[in-house]
């Protein structure tokens, strides 16, 4: 049972384009989605956030944006850079549950060209 | 400021033998996680503990797989007679003691069952 799922497994996107990831969840308890992303033989890192009393967290070039009601929230980089190449996971929580333990999607590998 | 630490980062052990993963949270983080990625797929979470406590284990395997987190040294995850499936990367995140939702994660353990 997939509760957080990104459905396009990969992308490929030109130098200074926008990249838009999606992920999709099921778990109407979520209430907290992070981005990490990772570089192959390296731990996943943190990229932005957001709680779910909010549409929309932007931090720089990354801005994330949530619709509650279609349990949707996608990420946006813009401009892209080849650096951004790597594959970025969407993980949620649930605030107050023992742990914060996160529910990640597959992953999106992003291939940016210059 | 050294982020989570994790070793050995490549492990090898043949069907039968056990493994033993070590964490080192960062600096005045108390709380543990660990997650196991199989290939091609997201991060799945295994266990969640404080200092000498096990707080949520309910992503581990009921056999040969244990974790802990004594109240010096770095936390553990053991798996016993291991298999061919328990071949993945293994990565442990460390988060503060306060209430914190991003999670800080080392750079993994890859074990191989031959």
């Known amino acids: 049972d997939q509760q957080v799922k990104q459905n396009s497994p990969s992308l490929s996107v030109q130098e200074g384009r926008i990249s838009i990831l999606n992920c999709d969840y099921t778990?109407?308890?979520?209430?907290?989605f992070l981005w990490y992303k990772k570089y192959p033989a390296e731990g996943p890192t943190f990229l932005i956030s957001?709680?779910?009393?909010?549409d929309k967290n932007e931090d720089g070039r990354f801005t994330v944006f949530l619709n509650k009601s279609a349990k949707h929230l996608s990420l946006h980089i813009v401009p892209s850079q080849p650096g951004d190449s790597a594959v970025y996971f969407c993980?949620?929580?649930?605030?107050?549950?023992?742990?914060?333990?996160?529910?990640f999607g597959g992953g999106t590998r992003v291939l940016v060209k210059p | 400021n050294a982020g989570v630490m994790q070793n050995p980062r490549h492990l090898v052990r043949r069907r039968g033998q056990e493994a033993r993963l070590r964490c080192s949270p960062m600096?005045?983080?108390?709380?543990v996680y660990w997650y196991r990625q199989l290939p091609e797929e997201g991060l799945k979470f295994m266990v969640y503990?404080?200092?000498?406590?096990?707080?949520?284990e309910s992503g581990m395997p009921k056999e040969r797989f244990s974790a802990e987190f004594p109240k010096e040294g770095p936390s553990i995850l053991r798996i016993q007679q291991v298999v061919r499936g328990d071949s993945a990367a293994y990565f442990c995140?460390?988060?503060?003691?306060?209430?914190?939702?991003?999670?800080?994660f080392g750079p993994g353990t890859r074990l191989t069952v031959t």
């Open positions: 993980a949620a929580t649930t605030r107050g549950a023992a742990g914060n333990k996160l529910t």
């Open positions: 778990n109407s308890m979520f209430d907290y």
């Open positions: 995140a460390s988060s503060p003691p306060w209430d914190s939702y991003e999670q800080y």
């Open positions: 503990l404080q200092k000498e406590n096990i707080i949520d």
């Open positions: 957001i709680s779910s009393i909010k």
């Open positions: 600096k005045g983080h108390s709380h």
